[in-house]
């Protein structure tokens, strides 16, 4: 507007020139200013994490404190750093919210003294995602090893899940020949599987329940055996239930994310003993009977074929 100032003082110096010499007024042109469109800055809705992040909100309605939170890209083969700062804590009633690149991730909170809280496999995080941690009422599972061998890995899985689940040691932690230790579970009917230090199983029990009271779940020493699994169909297989006989669940898939290819073969380490076998493709479909009753000891071999 200051730059338009001395032309209006010249229009009126030439309007005053024209009345004091007797001629017309001359028209003026009618201008119309324009004046440029104001673009607001692009701000991100609050509710929304900026394009290309997630924002994850764990909701503690668990009644327990949680001094970790792990947030794991699937492909990856450790759980990584706790995402809470040191000291840090997400106190039951509260919440807090962490922005992360979208992508798929497994989820896992432990309260302050290492117990396992919830987990969550495979959870394609994008936009804004609520993981509420529900209330929760545990029992002392006391396992005992009384086996020759290290307990390095353990696994706690809900019946119906599908997969294993999360460790339950913790980092460098392992329960030696002899010892004992005792985890904290939410009521409920799992699946157990105890590891030792090369990952092979030492024992497995199916649809196990643990009521208020708790339970005692004793390691022996057990007599290795494995079992070829040799894939003579058209079809990959996905999925693999090896229970032990008379259970009434039949547990985990035992190749986790793998697949036995068509021409393939895929051998399992267990426990000497008797199981039920079942394998099925990828989409749940059984590739052959179900075996039952199958004593498993030394290497045995089992093919599908069409």
């Known amino acids: 507007m200051k730059q338009k100032l001395p032309l209006l003082i010249a229009v009126g110096t030439l309007l005053l020139a024209a009345l004091a010499c007797g001629q017309a007024t001359p028209a003026l042109p009618t201008a119309t200013a324009v004046l440029p469109t104001a673009v607001p800055p692009t701000i991100p809705s609050p509710t929304q994490p900026p394009s290309g992040m997630a924002?994850?909100?764990?909701k503690n309605n668990s009644g327990i404190s949680v001094c970790s939170v792990y947030i794991s890209p699937v492909e990856s083969e450790s759980w990584g750093e706790n995402a809470l700062a040191e000291n840090e804590v997400i106190r039951s009633g509260s919440q807090r919210?962490?922005?992360?690149?979208e992508g798929s991730y497994d989820l896992l909170t432990h309260d302050c003294e290492g117990n396992l809280v919830a987990y969550h496999m495979d959870v394609s995080l994008t936009g804004r995602?609520?993981?509420?941690?529900?209330?929760?009422?545990?029992?002392?599972?006391?396992?005992?090893?009384n086996s020759a061998?290290?307990?390095?890995?353990?696994?706690?899985?809900?019946?119906d899940s599908d997969s294993w689940g999360p460790d339950w040691m913790g980092e460098n932690i392992t329960i030696p020949a002899g010892d004992t230790r005792t985890f904290q579970v939410p009521l409920g009917t799992y699946d157990?599987?105890?590891?030792n230090c090369d990952h092979n199983p030492l024992a497995v029990q199916s649809g196990i329940a643990i009521e208020a009271a708790g339970i005692t779940w004793t390691l022996s020493d057990v007599t290795e055996a494995t079992l070829t699994l040799t894939n003579q169909t058209d079809t990959p297989i996905c999925y693999v239930l090896i229970s032990p006989a008379g259970s009434t669940e039949w547990g985990n898939n035992w190749l986790g994310d793998e697949t036995i290819p068509p021409g393939s073969?895929?051998?399992?380490?267990?426990?000497?003993?008797t199981y039920d076998l079942a394998a099925l493709d990828c989409s749940g479909q059984p590739?052959?009977?179900?075996?039952?009753?199958?004593?498993?000891?030394?290497?045995?071999?089992?093919?599908?074929s069409p």
């Open 55 to 58: 924002e994850l909100v764990v």
């Open 265 to 273: 073969s895929y051998t399992f380490r267990l426990p000497a003993g």
């Open 287 to 304: 590739l052959s009977e179900e075996v039952y009753g199958q004593e498993i000891s030394g290497n045995i071999t089992w093919t599908i």
């Open 129 to 145: 995602i609520t993981w509420s941690l529900d209330p929760l009422e545990r029992a002392p599972l006391l396992v005992v090893n």
């Open 97 to 101: 919210e962490f922005q992360i690149p």
């Open 149 to 159: 061998y290290e307990i390095c890995y353990l696994y706690i899985s809900p019946a």
């Open 192 to 195: 157990l599987r105890a590891d």
